[in-house]
């Protein structure tokens, strides 16, 4: 990882210093730690810290991550194993939005229309067949869904060698022409919901992006973000896919692979 060369590069002591010495530098694996806490917690910064880390150093070295784009890089990898050891189902994708609350507001808050027009955070959410994250885009609560599709379906190009034959699960929120055109103009399937017919949620493949929104809002700093900057949101949730994507990895492969730290029972 390009942070901890970084980190291990670094002298425990700033050179600059006139006097030649400085505070040594808090070690990331303490400073991760607290910020898993926060992510699973939604504790405050003053809150978490403590004689090991100070409310300062976490921001501090939360910024640092996101320049060196630790975060990112995180998924990534969580990604490209599950891939490697388990195999993503990327010829059936499932997209969808979810609408959680932003009390102190933020570049991606909006007024929320199921809040009573509180702020609020849309998220457009997308997940392969089995409900691993792929990619989100983040908005605010009075954004429609629609409209924010077609930058959803360009996390794909992230993800390297498509399938040629794939098929996009969407709600009845999507259901337009103009819809239809996006996904065939990218070559793309879709199987969408329509206006006024009541069906089962699990008619369709949509729902493992339904359960995805679940598992992320586990995590209480995704569900009521108090965080007002896009790129720091946008960590927390790089930070919770990554926690998703190795636990379902864990679990799958619980049944078929052997290591020498595999738990007594399936996880």
């Not at 009573?116 to 994250?133: A, E």
């Not at 969407?170 to 879709?190: F, I, P, V």
């Not at 896009?230 to 919770?240: E, K, N, Q, R, Y």
Request: proline content about 5%.
């Amino acid at each position: 990882m390009q942070a901890s060369d970084t980190a291990s590069e670094r002298s425990a002591y700033a050179p600059t210093h006139p006097l030649g010495c400085n505070r040594p530098r808090i070690g990331d694996r303490i400073v991760f730690d607290k910020m898993l806490q926060m992510l699973r917690f939604d504790c405050s910064y003053q809150a978490i810290a403590d004689t090991t880390c100070s409310a300062t150093t976490i921001r501090n070295r939360r910024d640092e991550w996101i320049r060196l784009g630790v975060f990112a890089r995180l998924k990534q990898i969580a990604l490209e194993s599950y891939d490697r050891i388990v195999g993503l189902v990327l010829d059936q994708i499932a997209v969808d939005g979810s609408i959680t609350k932003a009390p102190g507001g933020g570049e991606v808050a909006g007024r929320s229309p199921v809040d009573r027009g509180k702020q609020g955070l849309k998220r457009s959410g997308m997940t392969d067949g089995y409900g691993i994250p792929l990619g989100r885009v983040l908005a605010g609560a009075n954004r429609h869904d629609s409209p924010l599709l077609a930058p959803t379906l360009d996390r794909l190009d992230d993800l390297g060698p498509l399938p040629d034959d794939i098929t996009v699960h969407l709600d009845a929120g999507y259901d337009s022409d103009k819809t239809r055109a996006l996904l065939d103009e990218r070559g793309l399937h879709g199987r969408i919901a329509h206006k006024g017919e009541k069906a089962p949620i699990q008619a369709s493949q949509r729902w493992h992006v339904e359960r995805t929104h679940a598992w992320q809002n586990a995590f209480h700093r995704l569900a009521r973000c108090y965080e007002r900057r896009t790129t720091v949101i946008d960590a927390f949730f790089d930070l919770a896919d990554t926690i998703i994507t190795v636990r379902s990895l864990t679990r799958r492969a619980w049944t078929t692979h052997r290591w020498d730290e595999r738990p007594n029972r399936r996880p």
